[in-house]
């Protein structure tokens, strides 16, 4: 079965940091395009950033350009979001989604169960 | 950045109606759209992708058309299970921004 797991989230402080992983199981990991999409409470969706199958490409939402580094470990069919600076803002499920290209992106395909951050002091 | 916006922003209509939801894209994105179902408390779903064609085990009863800035997804008879909040979404270019979503109802 393809499919796509989240884990890491949890309550942090204003300023904090936390790492969301996702593992990947059921496809050839290294093929394929990788994105996160958060969803605040009650909200749409929200594309927060995205890495190429090689990593050679990676991009980002304005929102969290300079605060989150997005990464991706083939060997391990893992998919990281290292968020730092946290803001109240930044409160949401966060969703691993699975792309259906390589270097470009044709639509997303496999979504995970999420893992919710909440930003609180 | 391409802005997308969905009209209408919900919907009601009864079951074994034919709806149609638009999407509207700020600049030319050629196919390059999809379509998301997500029912209430659940995870986002593909629909549909490259502005028309159906995702695997996707009903029939769903389509999509358009291109250029112009997208409609119709549901040709709706059903109880059919309860979601539709969104499109660009994939033209970065940003891959979605559309605040329309809210479908049953009457």
């Known amino acids: 079965d393809v499919q796509v797991l989240e884990s890491g989230g949890g309550l942090v402080q204003p300023g904090g940091s936390l790492r969301l992983s996702c593992a990947a199981s059921?496809?050839?990991?290294?093929?394929?395009?990788l994105t996160w999409v958060r969803q605040a409470p009650g909200k749409g969706l929200e594309w927060v950033s995205t890495i190429s199958a090689s990593g050679g490409a990676i991009y980002y939402a304005d929102s969290v350009k300079g605060r989150f580094t997005i990464s991706r470990d083939n060997s391990k069919s893992a998919l990281y979001l290292q968020m730092r600076s946290l803001r109240a803002g930044d409160t949401a499920v966060y969703y691993c989604?699975?792309?259906?290209?390589?270097?470009?992106?044709?639509?997303?395909?496999?979504w995970g169960q999420g893992t919710t951050v909440t930003v609180s002091s | 950045d391409i802005q997308m916006t969905q009209s209408p922003s919900s919907l009601s209509a009864s079951v074994g109606d034919r709806v149609s939801f638009t999407c509207r894209a700020s600049?030319?994105?050629?196919?390059?759209l999809a379509w998301y179902q997500q029912k209430p408390g659940k995870v986002p779903k593909l629909l549909i992708y490259a502005a028309s064609t159906l995702q695997s085990g996707v009903p029939s009863r769903f389509s999509g058309s358009g291109s250029g800035t112009d997208f409609t997804l119709t549901i040709s008879s709706l059903q109880p299970e059919d309860v979601a909040t539709y969104y499109c979404?660009?994939?033209?270019?970065?940003?891959?921004?979605f559309g605040q979503g329309t809210k479908l109802e049953i009457k």
């Open positions: 600049q030319d994105i050629s196919h390059f």
């Open positions: 979404q660009n994939y033209n270019s970065v940003p891959y921004t």
């Open positions: 989604v699975k792309d259906r290209g390589s270097g470009s992106s044709y639509g997303m395909d496999v």
């Open positions: 059921g496809f050839t990991f290294s093929n394929y395009m």
